[in-house]
């Protein structure tokens, strides 16, 4: 069983910057593609970024493209999620997710879910 700890959150204005952070309890991060998404209140959940750095890659949402960056500390089993310029509409609750592959590819569905941070942006 994988535990996925997320701290970070907090209210910020408009235009300001957050880096989430998130603790994996697994042998190795590395063998995992770990994902930040986020679901405001009456809103579907939205997947936010993705990274899987076996192959070096990373996936974005076109709303925070460009302004948020996902990296990996695989030394600290430590997943970030930097946001930039943020905007109201990035008000949610944020959750980090894991999932074993072999692909090349993360997952639709994610396995482990953290219990979430939460962003307030006005």
């Known amino acids: 069983h994988v535990q996925l700890v997320e701290s970070g959150g907090g209210s910020v204005q408009v235009g300001g910057s957050l880096r989430l952070s998130c603790v994996a309890s697994?042998?190795?991060?590395?063998?995992?593609?770990m994902g930040w998404f986020r679901q405001a209140p009456g809103k579907e959940r939205e997947r936010v970024a993705t990274i899987l750095s076996a192959y070096s890659t990373t996936s974005y949402a076109d709303s925070v493209k460009g302004r948020s960056t996902i990296s990996q500390d695989n030394a600290k089993n430590t997943v970030y999620l930097q946001m930039n310029s943020l905007k109201p509409d990035d008000t949610a609750m944020y959750y980090c997710?894991?999932?074993?592959?072999?692909?090349?590819?993360?997952?639709?569905?994610?396995?482990?879910w953290g219990q979430g941070t939460q962003v307030t942006v006005s």
């Open positions: 997710a894991a999932d074993y592959t072999t692909l090349r590819k993360c997952p639709i569905d994610f396995t482990f």
């Open positions: 697994v042998d190795t991060i590395g063998r995992y593609c």
